[in-house]
Antibody, heavy 115, light 110 residues
Framework: VQLVQSGAELKKPGASVKVSCKAS????????MHWVRQAPGQGLEWMGW????????ILSQRFQGRVTITRDTSANTAYLELSSLRSEDTAVYYC??????????WGQGTLVTVS | QSALTQPPSASGSPGQSVTISCTGS?????????VSWFQQHPGKAPKLMIY???KRPSGVPDRFSGSRSGNTASLTVSGLQAEDEADYYC??????????FGGGTKLTVL
C-alpha cells in the first residue's frame, strides 16, 4: 500500500492550492481518504474526508467554505483544494486512508507555504 | 468540536513505563470505540500505534498498549527505548463523521 502526494507548493495569499494523493496497492473504493494538516511546530488537525464510492465529503466546521475534497476513481487519486490562502495555512498536508478515522497508511506529506 | 486534551510532555528513563492521557467527552472519546494513537518522529508522517482503543496493528511492539476509562483514554509505553522518543497524538471519532485529534504529547526518553 502506498499513498504518494504531489510536491511542495509556494503560493501567494489569496490564491488556491490543489494537493493530490495517489493510492496504490489496495482497492481505492474500500477506504475513505482523510486529510490532516500540521502547521510548523504544531499538532495534527483533521480537515475532512471523502467517500471514494460516491464522492460524498465531510469537512471540519473550521474549513467549510474554503476546502474542497474530491476523488477520481479512474486514477485512484484524492484531491484537497484550499482557497483564499492565508499565512496561517502554511502547513504540511497529509492524506491518510481509513474508515471512520485516519488509519494505517499515510502519504508522505505536502508542504504548502503561503507567502 | 474541541480538540482532545493531552499533556504537552511526558518522560521516562529507559526500561521504565510511561502513560500518556487523552481526555475528551461522552460525545466523542467516551461515546465510541474509535480511539487511535499515533507516533510521529520529526519530519515523518504519523504512524498508527493503537486503534479501536486497545488494538495494536501488526508490527507494533506489544510494549505499546491502549486503554480507556470513562472519557479518558491512555497510551502506555512499557520498557521504554530510545527510539520511543517522539510526539504522540490521540484521535477519536466524534459522531456525524467528524474526527478529533489531541494536541500532542512530546515523549522524552531520559
Amino acid at each position: 500500500v502506498q499513498l504518494v502526494q504531489s510536491g511542495a507548493e509556494l503560493k501567494k495569499p489569496g490564491a488556491s492550492v490543489k494537493v493530490s494523493c495517489k493510492a496504490s496497492g489496495y482497492i481505492f473504493t474500500n477506504y475513505a481518504m482523510h486529510w490532516v494538516r500540521q502547521a510548523p511546530g504544531q499538532g495534527l488537525e483533521w480537515m475532512g474526508w471523502v467517500n471514494p464510492v460516491n464522492g460524498n465529503r465531510i469537512l471540519s466546521q473550521r474549513f467549510q467554505g474554503r476546502v474542497t475534497i474530491t476523488r477520481d476513481t479512474s486514477a485512484n487519486t484524492a484531491y484537497l483544494e484550499l482557497s483564499s490562502l492565508r499565512s496561517e495555512d502554511t502547513a504540511v498536508y497529509y492524506c491518510a486512508r481509513g474508515k471512520d478515522m485516519p488509519s494505517d497508511y499515510w502519504g508522505q506529506g505536502t508542504l504548502v507555504t503561503v507567502s | 468540536q474541541s480538540a482532545l486534551t493531552q499533556p504537552p510532555s511526558a518522560s521516562g528513563s529507559p526500561g521504565q513505563s510511561v502513560t500518556i492521557s487523552c481526555t475528551g467527552s461522552s460525545s466523542d472519546l467516551g461515546g465510541y470505540d474509535y480511539v487511535s494513537w499515533f507516533q510521529q518522529h520529526p519530519g515523518k508522517a504519523p504512524k498508527l500505534m493503537i486503534y479501536e482503543v486497545t488494538k495494536r496493528p501488526s508490527g507494533v511492539p506489544d510494549r505499546f498498549s491502549g486503554s480507556r476509562s470513562g472519557n479518558t483514554a491512555s497510551l502506555t509505553v512499557s520498557g521504554l527505548q530510545a527510539e520511543d522518543e517522539a510526539d504522540y497524538y490521540c484521535s477519536s471519532y466524534a459522531g456525524s463523521n467528524i474526527v478529533l485529534f489531541g494536541g500532542g504529547t512530546k515523549l522524552t526518553v531520559l
